[in-house]
């Protein structure tokens, strides 16, 4: 069975400095693996991808992720944090090869940037 | 370019009452997928029509249906609401067929209260 984990609930950074939230997957075969970010009473924001080849994806607003194959790990970066990034950020799974589109949450990491 | 467009954006209903929600996709995407967001459940897939087709569903009871016409709008349907229904409905858009790389568009949702 295909599944995500987020392992920290809230994440707190200060202003200026890199943060970095955590997401590890379980899923047969290769994997496909998204960021999304929502803020408040808002839907999902498409933020980056890891299909094949590089293992460092980049995406919106200066967010990066790293693929790690033998740790099953996409952690989501940013260098530098800004107040304005301050959301809820969901790290989501499908295995490739299957004939669907249905994706596996993680249950959601709160992203709190302090001035 | 339009985003994926959901109606209504909000809506309060009574228990046993039915209700349709609608989704439009962004103009060239066919595939169309609906999301259940609840604070205590997550994120959690309810179907995922292409062409017309259902191609997947999630364990969801009999009550929740969808369909996509032709055009590749499509609507998703309550019957005999429970207050467990509560919850932000989330539709997502995607270029390709079922099981590809592209990633998903999401819709703001449909914040459905049943009182």
């Known amino acids: 069975a295909q599944s995500v984990a987020q392992p920290e609930d809230q994440v707190n950074v200060a202003e200026g400095n890199p943060l970095t939230v955590k997401c590890t997957y379980s899923?047969?075969?290769?994997?496909?693996l998204f960021w999304y970010v929502q803020y408040p009473n808002r839907g999902l924001q498409f933020l980056l991808k890891?299909?094949?080849?590089?293992?460092l994806v980049k995406g919106s607003y200066g967010f990066e992720a790293e693929f790690n194959k033998s740790q099953t790990s996409f952690h989501l970066k940013k260098p530098s944090a800004l107040v304005s990034d301050s959301a809820l950020y969901f790290c989501?799974?499908?295995?490739?090869?299957?004939?669907?589109?249905?994706?596996?949450f993680g249950t959601g990491t709160l992203l709190a940037v302090q001035p | 370019k339009a985003g994926v467009t959901q109606t209504p954006r909000y809506l309060i209903k009574t228990r046993g009452q039915q209700v349709t929600l609608s989704c439009s996709p962004i103009?060239?995407?066919?595939?169309v997928s609906w999301y259940q967001q609840t604070p205590g459940q997550g994120l959690q897939f309810l179907f995922e029509?292409?062409?017309?087709?259902?191609?997947n569903k999630g364990n969801f009871p009999g009550r929740f249906s969808g369909r996509q016409f032709s055009n590749s709008r499509s609507e998703m349907n309550v019957s005999t609401l429970e207050l467990g229904d509560s919850a932000l409905y989330l539709c997502?858009?995607?270029?390709?067929?079922?099981?590809?790389?592209?990633?998903?568009?999401f819709g703001p949702g449909t914040r459905l209260t049943v009182t």
């Open positions: 997502a858009s995607s270029r390709g067929t079922s099981g590809s790389s592209y990633e998903q568009y």
């Open positions: 899923v047969s075969g290769n994997p496909y």
């Open positions: 890891y299909i094949t080849g590089d293992n």
């Open positions: 989501a799974v499908r295995a490739s090869g299957g004939a669907t589109n249905k994706l596996i």
């Open positions: 103009s060239g995407h066919r595939s």
């Open positions: 029509y292409f062409s017309e087709t259902q191609r």
